[in-house]
């Protein structure tokens, strides 16, 4: 602030004093000193901030999400929340969202509570191991129904594997990256990807794997053919990617997205070509 001269504090306090009243945004108060913002404090940007229609809108936004559409005493009074009623007051493609997601929404609702509701955080574990159970569920329909899928359409399990599942157990890892990168919490967007296939690897794998010796007393077997020249490939595609992003200097850009897709592709076509050559490119029988 010592940069500004004493007219022009006055000028930003004026236009900040407006703008937490949601008359002005922060051009206004550009708009004031000349056209050029004047150097401000945290603190006087917090206060701003907090008082402005970008905060109190998008406060109201997430807690008339939270509360299920309005359905405590929403603005409208008519709106009606819940599992089972169909939000008439959104958009097209949101009730048709809803409806898609009913079964899902229905079976979830009926098992499980909403931990972040007053008085319900001591089921917060409960609510956690409940829906690592729903997700084994759903991750065993998946698999049953894009094989039945890959048989009926004549398409060999590994493309289906490459390409449908891998991007069906992905969204979700993808939808809540987005979201927490909204919320600036960039490294936990980035640490979620990781952490999720070290999950898988070191706990969705042995996990069965016990079961399965826990309930027929003998151990699992599984085919190790080829598996060194996919661990190097696998390596390769690990270095490829860290060199990719030191090539775009620790960057998320669009460059280094294209090129993520690209070693996709190149890595998909690989393994079919590999599995062609040694004849395992077949469509299972259910």
Same mark, same amino acid.
């Given at each position: 602030?010592?940069?500004?001269?004493?007219?022009?504090?006055?000028? @930003?306090?004026? /236009?900040?004093?407006? &703008?937490?009243? %949601? #008359?002005?945004?922060?051009k206004d108060i550009a708009a004031n000193v000349g056209g050029e913002l004047a150097p401000l404090t945290l603190d006087e940007f917090q206060k701003w901030?907090?008082?402005?229609?970008?905060?109190?809108?998008?406060?109201?936004?997430?807690?008339?999400?939270?509360?299920g559409g309005g359905g405590h005493g929403g603005a409208d009074g008519e709106e009606s929340g819940g599992l089972c009623s169909i939000p008439f007051h959104r958009p097209l493609d949101e009730?048709?969202?809803? @409806?898609?997601? /009913?079964?899902?929404? &229905?079976?979830? %609702? #009926?098992?499980?509570?909403?931990?972040?509701?007053?008085?319900?955080?001591?089921y917060?574990?409960?609510?956690?191991?409940?829906?690592?159970?729903?997700?084994?569920?759903?991750?065993?329909?998946?698999?049953?129904?894009?094989?039945?899928?890959?048989?009926?359409?004549?398409?060999?399990?590994?493309i289906m594997g490459l390409t449908f599942l891998a991007a069906g157990t992905s969204v979700p890892d993808l939808l809540s990256s987005v979201v927490v990168a909204r919320q600036g919490l960039c490294d936990m967007a980035v640490s979620s990807s990781i952490g999720s296939n070290i999950f898988d690897v070191c706990v969705g794998l042995p996990i069965p794997w016990l079961l399965f010796i826990a309930?027929?007393?003998?151990?699992?077997?599984?085919?190790?053919?080829?598996?060194?020249?996919?661990?190097f490939i696998l390596l390769g595609m690990l270095a490829a990617t860290v060199a990719?992003?030191?090539?775009?200097?620790?960057?998320?850009?669009?460059?280094l997205g294209y090129t993520m897709f690209a070693l996709y592709f190149v890595y998909v076509i690989q393994e079919v070509a590999r599995a062609a050559a040694n004849g395992t490119l077949s469509v299972s029988s259910c």
């Open positions: 602030m010592g940069k500004a001269n004493t007219s022009d504090l006055e000028s @930003v306090k004026a /236009a900040k004093s407006r &703008a937490g009243s %949601g #008359a002005q945004s922060a901030y907090e008082n402005s229609l970008f905060w109190t809108d998008r406060a109201a936004l997430l807690d008339q999400d939270h509360r009730q048709c969202r809803f @409806v898609l997601l /009913a079964p899902l929404t &229905a079976a979830m %609702g #009926a098992t499980l509570c909403n931990p972040q509701d007053d008085g319900k955080e001591k917060c574990y409960a609510v956690f191991i409940g829906s690592i159970l729903w997700i084994g569920v759903f991750s065993y329909l998946m698999v049953t129904w894009a094989t039945i899928v890959g048989q009926e359409l004549g398409i060999p399990d590994l309930i027929v007393g003998e151990p699992v077997h599984v085919s190790s053919e080829g598996i060194a020249l996919s661990i990719t992003i030191m090539v775009c200097n620790w960057a998320l850009t669009k460059t």
